[in-house]
C-alpha cells in the first residue's frame, strides 16, 4: 500500500517567484494536446510562467482548452511534466531540445 505522503513526493513545489530564461535548455516540455484535459494543474509548477491555455477559439468540443508552453520561454525544468504524471493526466512530454527543433522546425534560444 502506498502511504499518501510518498504519492506526492515527485511533485514540484508550487512556484512563488517567477524567473526568467537563463541558457539554452537540455530538454523541452511539449504538451500532447490530444491528452491534455485542460485542467491547468501545470501552471503554478512552472518556474518561469510559460505555460498558458490555448484560446477557446481554437478549438470547438472540449469545455476547456488544453494548454501550451510558450518555448522560448520553456527552462526544460520538467517542473510541469513531473505535476502533470504525478497529479492529473500525463499530457506533457520532455524533448531533447535538439530533436525538438528538428521535429517543430523552431530554433530555441
Known sequence: M?????????????????????KRPKFMAVVDED??????VCIPFCP????????KEKYESPPTPP???RF???I??????KACRQL????I?????????AIYNITID
Not at 518561469?48 to 484560446?55: A, M, N, Q, T
Not at 526544460?76 to 511534466?81: E, I, K, L, R, S
Not at 492529473?88 to 499530457?91: S, V
Open 2 to 22: 502506498v502511504k499518501v505522503i510518498d504519492f506526492y513526493k515527485p511533485v514540484p513545489k508550487v512556484i512563488e517567484t517567477v524567473a526568467k530564461k537563463k
Open 35 to 40: 491528452n491534455c484535459t485542460g485542467c491547468q
Open 48 to 55: 518561469v510562467d510559460c505555460i498558458e491555455p490555448l484560446s
Open 67 to 69: 494548454v501550451q508552453v
Open 72 to 74: 522560448n520561454e520553456c
Open 76 to 81: 526544460g525544468c520538467n517542473a510541469c511534466f
Open 88 to 91: 492529473t493526466w500525463d499530457a
Open 93 to 101: 512530454r520532455m524533448i531533447p531540445t535538439d530533436e525538438f527543433e
